[in-house]
């Protein structure tokens, strides 16, 4: 979920971990650090499988690149698929897929495109920490940030926080089937704000603003995915 956007000069902080220097930036907008936050830059490629013939494939492929192991994405839904060995990522180093990577796939049963295009595509991830209060009824405990022109836009992902929720610190829920009838206007987004503003036509049903397709899609990499809703009672 898009949350707002640090200053390009951010960025020497966030290379150096030092997020102390950033905390009153998330603070004003209602999004505080621990003292024990931490940062850390991913690697991160994504793979132009537009051409694939096989139109139940992904059209667009994210890979995590960790020390012992890569992890392959739908990137239009954020969902795991599969794992690849580390030794793999030299391959993700050409400007296009070779057969040693399609290769690769074919042997996890997922297929890549010929000649597929490859980008780099490296984020931020802030653990937030422990945080005494939340000012907001809904807080993320990941934050990832972007480059992005004018600015490093901060999205919240992964899991939400319910502050009326203190006994479970991290609440899931699967996606609700027919959001239109499901939820009342008091009903929570995973970006905190009410069915209500859905109706209104200031969001997308699935909680995500009406924003520009790169922000769209890494609204629903950040939020895994956007028609997951949650309740509060």
Known sequence: MPLFTLP???QAFLDAGDLHALADAFTKVGQ???????ARKVQARLLDNSKD????APRIYRVTILPTELRVFDD????FLCKLPAADAQYLNAPIAGSELIAAFRQQNHTLAAVAPISAENYWEINTGTVAVQPRPAAYPTMRVFT???GLPVYGCVLVRLRDHPQQPEVAFAATVALDTALDADSIGPSGYARSQADAGLLTLGGVPHAAS?????SRW???AGQTWVFRT
Do not use: I
């Open 76 to 79: 239009s839904t954020a969902r």
């Open 222 to 224: 950040a939020v895994r």
């Open 53 to 56: 013939p096989n139109q139940a």
């Open 148 to 150: 992005g022109s004018g």
């Open 32 to 38: 505080p650090l621990g003292d024990d936050a931490d």
């Open 8 to 10: 390009e000069t951010a």
């Open 214 to 218: 790169t922000t769209d899609r890494r």
